[in-house]
């Protein structure tokens, strides 16, 4: 049974969430401010944290920040603004979906199902691969990914792009194809979205993130994973 900490300041969209979540066979834990949620993924194991953006103490992008520091748990955002800025921005600090409110609550359960189905996706993988004379490893044993010898930080999303142009490398994945292997089938953003991770998983394994070594950019269609395998 997965663990689910929902995190949110108003009771009665906490108590809406956990009443289906626990519907759909989850145990739940609550949060009503940011702190507490901290304290909590300090001191309990999670499968994936809820995290609503306007937190009466800590602000939820702050929130996010400090969790994806300590822990690669899956972090599914819901926020009530709509402008595009504010969603990458989301991306781009280490959640791994979205959801706006007003939402229907079926909607975010199939949302937590198809991340926790994708990250229990990349346990079945038991492979280890080495680039550049072991410059980049992906120990898809562990779900670990080391540059020159020092483990790298990568949300579930990051992990799961990299793992998929690094098992077919120079093929080109055009963004639908990688959204789709991602992001999920049901998610139903811009599929520029996954540009936004492209370049946070640059920025954690490339030595120079504007002229990259790894993943290429094939203009017109997608990326590419470059890089001699042993």
Partial sequence: MKTILMVDDEDKIRDVVVSYLRKYGFRTLEAGTGTEALQTIRNVPVDLVILDLMLPDIPGEQVCQTIRQQSSVPILMLTAKVDK???????????????????????????????????????????????????LIIDSVRNEVYLRGEPVNLTPSEYKLLLVLARHPQRQFNREELVEKVLGADFEGDVRAIDQHVKNLRQKIEPDPKHPKYIHTVYGIGYRFMGGSR
Avoid at 108 to 132: K, M, Q
């Fill in 85 to 135: 800025s504010s969603r990458v921005q989301g991306l781009t600090i280490g959640a791994d979906d979205y959801v706006i409110k007003p939402f229907d609550p079926l909607e975010l359960v199939a949302r937590v199902r198809a991340i926790l189905r994708r990250t229990d996706e990349h346990h079945l993988l038991a492979d280890r691969i080495s680039f550049n004379d072991g410059e």
